[in-house]
């Protein structure tokens, strides 16, 4: 079994300077990482704001989103 951890920006961050890409399509969204990750059992999906203090590229309020999902027990024993 093993689990996938993913924290990342959504397209509410383009509002905000404290970091991330700055293009749209290129950022997660709750819809994306569902689709993408649908083999898995989500444990945690959601979006949120946060102040950062990551250095001097990433300070300030941010648009964050984070994944936790695990391989389903069936699948597990094919890994």
């Not at 961050?13 to 989500?42: H, M, N, V, W």
């Not at 941010?62 to 994944?67: K, N, Q, T, V, Y």
């Amino acid at each position: 079994m093993w689990d996938l951890l993913l924290h990342g920006f959504t397209p509410a961050q383009l509002a905000f300077r404290s970091g991330g890409l700055p293009c749209a399509k290129l950022l997660y969204t709750l819809k994306l990482l569902r689709d993408a990750f649908a083999g898995l059992e989500i444990l945690r999906l959601a979006e949120y704001q946060s102040e950062l203090r990551e250095g001097t590229g990433h300070v300030g309020q941010a648009a964050l989103i984070d994944l936790v999902a695990r391989k389903p027990l069936a699948d597990a024993t094919s890994a």
